[in-house]
């Protein structure tokens, strides 16, 4: 409470965005918010086979942003909700499958191969959090570090096991 209290009205970026849920003059966390309830409406209508490519942000702009959202391009914010719109669950599945499989670490062995894998795996992660919030999947200049490092921290796990099992 102390920290709202003192951070309010910071200038600073990243207090500004933590404390702004408590902002009732602040609308982007409501915008997010409104878009995301509008994205999973579409998923649950068109859960198998989305809406298609370039197809959900017309979509979402036409039935199913709310009236107080002033535009809609708060969808796309989502990479995973747009995603989902876009090809459908199965794909979003498939998605969430294969990064939990790329990133699954089984008895690490400590050497430098397994320490750059770890750093790899983490670089992915906070990517994957960053497209929750804002977006990147679909930008050349996140996604290819994203795929980069998750293929890192994949590849050299694998190797470390098969060395593991080869002693």
Known sequence: LLAFWSFRHTE???????????????????????????ALQMMAEKPSLGFGWNQADRMYEQFYRKPQVAEGAAIQLNDYFTLGTTLGAPALLCFVMYVGLALAQKSPVANRKSQMSAVCRAGAVVLLVGFWFDGGLFKLATAAPFWILLELGRVGNHEIHEAHEND
Do not use: M, P, Q, T
């Open 12 to 38: 600073r970026l990243i207090a500004r965005r933590a404390f702004s849920v408590g902002n009732v003059n602040d609308f982007s966390w409501r915008n997010r918010v409104a878009a995301y309830e509008g």
